[in-house]
């Protein structure tokens, strides 16, 4: 991680309550393709379980960091702490108060970047994220007419993160206006993410009016046994 100044950057602690829009692409990852692409730190691939992985695009508009964007790569599932959580390898956040939030409430491994987005219509959108100078992904995606709702209240979704030695185990609840959705152009530096755009995913959705929900972590040091079962 780049050596941030904290100096002024203020870590807001949990639960968070986020509101925005989303596109999730899920995925079923090949472990050949995810040890080539960097999916996942070496020192996790012992624990890595498989399952479905995703991509997903979030332009928040209210959390307690304020509106912010994010790029994130979950590529399955791990055996962290007793239980079998999803896990974020690769981040990257348009705030500083979200990155240092992030990583210090619940381990994820935050980065910066720069998002910008381009609606051509109202079901056509062109996101670029972009590191410096180099464009880390640029997406063109396209929702259909069709919604319906879905939600995670009564079925949490667990989240496992290592980091600076410690596992963090957090339940996220979401619930959103689901569309169907379809990747026209994609390309990725595979030098900041994993390069999924040979890759065709197993389903794309558009997610409007986005509430999601990330609880108090459970925080273990090395050895501890965890309580996420699911």
Do not use: C
Request: proline letters at 8%; aromatic letters at 12%; a positive charge.
């Amino acid at each position: 991680m780049p050596d941030y100044d904290w100096n002024g950057v203020a870590r807001l602690p949990a639960p968070w309550q986020l509101t925005g829009q989303a596109y999730v692409l899920l995925y079923r990852f090949p472990r050949r393709f995810l040890s080539q692409a960097g999916g996942y730190p070496p020192s996790m691939a012992e624990s890595f379980q498989g399952g479905l992985g995703s991509v997903m695009l979030v332009d928040y508009e209210h959390s307690p960091a304020g509106p912010y964007s994010e790029l994130l790569f979950i590529p399955g599932r791990f055996a962290l702490a007793g239980g079998r959580p999803y896990s974020i390898t690769t981040i990257f956040v348009s705030t500083m108060v979200s990155l240092r939030s992030g990583r210090e409430n619940w381990g994820i491994p935050k980065e910066q970047a720069s998002f910008l987005f381009r609606d051509e219509d109202e079901s056509t959108r062109t996101v670029t994220v972009t590191v410096g100078s180099d464009r880390v992904m640029e997406i063109r995606l396209q929702a259909g007419w069709f919604r319906f709702w879905a939600g995670t209240l009564w079925w949490p979704v667990p989240l496992g993160q290592v980091l600076d030695g410690k596992t963090f185990l957090t339940r996220l609840h979401g619930r959103g206006i689901i569309r169907p959705a379809k990747v026209l152009e994609m390309s990725v530096d595979s030098r900041f993410f994993p390069d999924v755009s040979a890759l065709q995913p197993l389903m794309v959705v558009r997610v409007d009016n986005l509430r999601l929900g990330f609880g108090a972590p459970v925080i273990r040091e090395p050895g501890q046994a965890g309580e996420l079962r699911r």
